[in-house]
């Protein structure tokens, strides 16, 4: 059975940083590439960045230079460095499998960015 576990995620202001963890099991997760998706009150899902399993990335244009996507290949386990965070990264985080529907997914961690 697919796992996904983030965290991570809480309130922050403006400027701040956060660091989001993902525990992932049940699946070929070396060899996995893998994506950080999050999804805002009202819009659609987002991904922000993906990894390949040799740890290359990808990010999109509104996070690069902030977020930086990085993996664990022996323990599981994804994490997302989040710097420089704007009211407008609101959202809730989740790690998943990259494929047309970012699915499965894990929970989710919550991050506000707010003063």
């Known amino acids: 059975e697919v796992r996904l576990v983030e965290s991570g995620g809480g309130l922050v202001q403006p400027g701040g940083s956060l660091r989001l963890s993902c525990a992932a099991s049940g699946f070929g997760f070396k060899i996995a590439v893998m994506s950080w998706v999050r999804q805002a009150p009202g819009k659609g899902l987002e991904r922000v960045a993906l990894i390949k399993s040799d740890g290359a990335t990808d990010y999109a244009d509104s996070v690069k230079g902030r977020f930086t996507a990085s993996r664990d290949n022996a323990i599981g386990t994804l994490w997302l460095q989040m710097n420089d965070l704007k009211p407008e990264d609101t959202a809730m985080y989740y790690c998943?499998?990259?494929?047309?529907?970012?699915?499965?997914r894990g929970q989710g961690t919550q991050v506000t960015v707010s003063s």
């Open positions: 998943a499998l990259t494929n047309e529907d970012y699915q499965p």
